[in-house]
């Protein structure tokens, strides 16, 4: 018996992934073990659904089957950290808070912060999850330098840092990311790194109503000031806040806050984020959606949300998650959609209750790009068995 069989168990009703119980689940240790269980996986035409720490299982559809749940959080080494060349390889199982903390013995970071607690590298690729310094550092696809993975039929495929072996005219890194787990699984990262900012200053408006932030996240967007966050906390019915951060130098966030403070028209300055700064809205009894859109249309946007509707928006970059009640989510979401629309804009079920779920269409209008993902499907899983109908249009 090997080491990958031994690790087996029978599937039950805590590792169901959108009310889907798999018949099985392995949790692997290498990923030698990873391309064995895929291998025989696909020998068997089993089908195979990857999952890390579980915090992001819901943003991608329930799956057509799951034969075989896939668990990576086993794969957790932090292989390799450069300090000196701002890298860092770990595998896809190590969770973010654990990397943060080790990063920051020698005063560096990754510059991602999704709020998911239990998020693990290989989950975070997969549903390309970010936070509210994206402004600053960007998203997964910008900090990933590297990726290896494991294709459905066990083929273990490097790119980017420290290449081994690549799959001819893809850039593997940037086609895993956003995939949710439908083209292969991630065994391990390689990620750019920048050094701990030694100062913070926040600046904290607050708001007669959300839409009152476009005029004033564009004329943020428009200045010299580089801030690491412009979040907007609040109600599509409400009051609300605007919370701009600023990390660097003492002598450039205290002069670069007082400047916030005079093009906002007003402020407080702090030392520190306000409660519920990066969060996700809403609880589990709403349906969360991320929104994408042009920046500039902020406004419009938050014009279109249901009375009821919390809201947290990364205000200059132009990603909302809002939280509908559910009860208004079947009717609204349709209308959210086609308001969307004319801002090149996209909602996105990330989180319902089980009995309103299967009523909401996950992804939307897929565009003309369902063409290519089909054949991106195709190239790297043409059995269909890594998460199948997951991804847009039943990929």
Known sequence: MTAATEIRRAGGADDAVGGVVPQEVVRPATVDQVSEVLRAAAADGRTVV????????????????????????????????????????????????????????AGQLLGLDPPEDGATLGGVVSANASGPR???????????????????????????????????????????????????????????????????????????????????????????????????????????????????????????????????????ESDDVPEGFGRRPGGVDDVLLRLAYAPAALASVVGALPAGTALAAHAATGVSYAALPADAAVEALPRLRAALAPHDGTAVLLRAPDDVRDRLDHWGPAGDSLDLMRRVKERFDPERQMSPGRFVGGL
């Open 134 to 268: 994206r402004l600053r550092y960007g998203t997964t696809r910008d900090l990933l330098i590297g990726i290896t993975v494991v294709l459905a039929d066990g083929t273990v495929a490097h790119a980017g840092g420290k290449v081994v072996k690549n799959v001819a005219g893809y850039d593997l890194g940037k086609v895993f990311t956003g995939a949710h787990g439908t083209l292969g699984a991630v065994a391990s990262t390689t990620w750019r790194l920048h050094p701990v900012p030694p100062a913070r200053r926040v600046v904290t408006l607050e708001l007669p109503d959300v839409a009152a932030a476009g005029p004033l996240s564009i004329a943020l967007a428009r200045s010299t000031l580089t801030p690491s966050a412009v979040e907007l906390i609040g109600r599509a019915d409400g009051a609300a806040r605007l919370v701009v951060l600023f990390e660097s130098i003492a002598e450039s966030v205290d002069a670069q806050a007082g400047a916030a403070v005079a093009l906002l028209g007003g402020g407080e």
């Open 50 to 105: 990857p999952v890390g720490g579980r915090s992001k299982l819901t943003w991608a559809a329930p799956p057509d089957s799951a034969d075989l749940l896939l668990d990576l959080t086993g794969l957790d080494r932090i292989v390799e950290h450069v300090a000196g060349d701002l890298t860092v390889v770990a595998e896809a199982g190590v969770r973010l808070p654990d990397l943060q903390a080790r990063l920051g013995e």
